[in-house]
């Protein structure tokens, strides 16, 4: 396998039931279930180990009545992958969901966007809507690794790894990025929370969770553009890529691999 492609594996750690009304702005006509998954996802080669995101912990969880699977990083061992020997963790934003565990990471250098840390650490931090989607250790704990010379800071698109690159989207959260992979199919794009369902970006109707709409609705397009088909994109909180993908072998219904084509 070459430098610069990978194997991609979305693993999920959490779940939690929800209806159809609580992830599009405006609601939705149709009251039925809708539920979410959490995820992290592993970028692998011969060279490397990248993980984007970090989940969150059990007492996070059960604060905010997430149904938790598994540590997310513990699970990393289920992929081969040591925590305590992977050197770059890609965040792709601030929010308690994929950030929670960085600190099980003793050597990681973590890849964010600035404005993400503003925005965390600013003045929308004063309203409890906005403010909600963020857990206040964690973005301490990242100001900390700041000044361990731990954080790694782009202002824009980046690409830091061959064959990797990030892309500033924003929308959801002020400095959130999304990553594209190369993978034996072509490049696959990591969404995170560009868009948490295909459906959010398939009818153009944003998420609930917002910081500008306007810049979710470009990110779907931004998504489009990045990736070669819309198989290629994988959301950030959608239960359908455990369905799509095909399972790890020993690992059904935890973890998927994102580099082969979706088989549904
Ligand atoms: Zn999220």
């Given at each position: 396998m070459p430098a610069d492609e990978y194997r991609v594996y979305a693993l999920r750690y959490a779940m939690r039931e929800a209806r159809r009304h609580e992830h599009f702005i405006g609601g939705d006509p149709h009251d039925a279930p809708m539920p979410m998954d959490y995820f992290v996802w592993a970028m692998v080669n011969e060279d490397r180990a990248i993980i984007l995101d970090t989940g969150f912990t059990e007492p996070v969880a059960r604060k905010r009545k997430r149904a938790w699977m598994r540590c997310p990083v513990d699970s990393l061992a289920l992929l081969g992958i040591d925590p305590a020997a992977v050197e770059d963790v890609v965040i792709s934003h601030l929010h308690y969901d994929h950030v929670g565990?960085?600190?099980?990471?003793?050597k990681a250098r973590f890849h964010l966007q600035e404005q993400e840390m503003h925005y965390a650490c600013g003045r929308y931090m004063r309203y409890p809507r906005l403010r909600h989607s963020f857990e206040v250790e964690d973005v301490v704990g990242i100001v900390r690794m700041a000044y361990a010379d731990r954080v790694v800071f782009y202002t824009g698109d980046a690409d830091p790894f061959p064959g990797i690159t990030l892309h500033a989207v924003g929308g959801h959260s002020m400095g959130l990025q999304c990553v594209r992979v190369n993978t034996a199919r072509g490049p696959v794009v990591l969404a995170s929370d560009v868009t948490h369902f295909y459906e959010n970006m398939d009818s153009g109707r944003p998420f609930t969770t917002a910081f500008h709409v306007g810049g979710m609705l470009e990110g779907y397009d931004r998504l489009r553009a990045l990736a070669p088909t819309s198989n290629h994109i994988v959301p950030g909180h959608d239960p359908e890529v455990m369905r799509r993908y095909p399972a790890v072998p020993g690992l059904e219904g935890i973890a998927v691999e994102l580099h082969r084509d979706p088989i549904a």
């Open positions: 565990t960085f600190h099980k990471f003793p």
